[in-house]
């Protein structure tokens, strides 16, 4: 792995990066110098992966019924826990990326590392 790239980040920090949101990680996918990178594009794979699910168990969870202020209630709880899981998911993560160790999450992780070196 080499120390440092283009932009005179390392590919650790880069794979930190690509955890703080969707955005950055779909950036490193995109853009030359990042995409290069199997280390960097595991972490951005993975970063992305991992977002998705978090918005479509947050949108499923919306599409239930509020009926009553209960219902609703509970509906919102379980979405902002799903929220929490997920910031504190990409901070564990990002944590060990930036100490340059491959977390591979259940059900992703093995999609994500698949993914990284086509």
Known sequence: MPDTKPSGLSESSLGAIAY?????????????PYNKSAYVR???????CLFVMAFIVSAILSFFPMYTLLVGAVVMGLSSIVWLVW???????????????RLKLWLIGSWAES???K
Do not use: D, E, M, Y
């Not at 703080?20 to 030359?32: C, H």
């Open 20 to 32: 703080i949101t969707v955005v950055p990680a779909i950036f490193f996918l995109a853009i030359a």
């Open 42 to 48: 595991f972490h951005a794979w993975q970063s992305t």
């Open 87 to 101: 910031i504190l998911i990409s901070l564990w993560c990002a944590v060990r990326a930036l100490n340059g160790k």
């Open 115 to 117: 993914q990284s070196n």
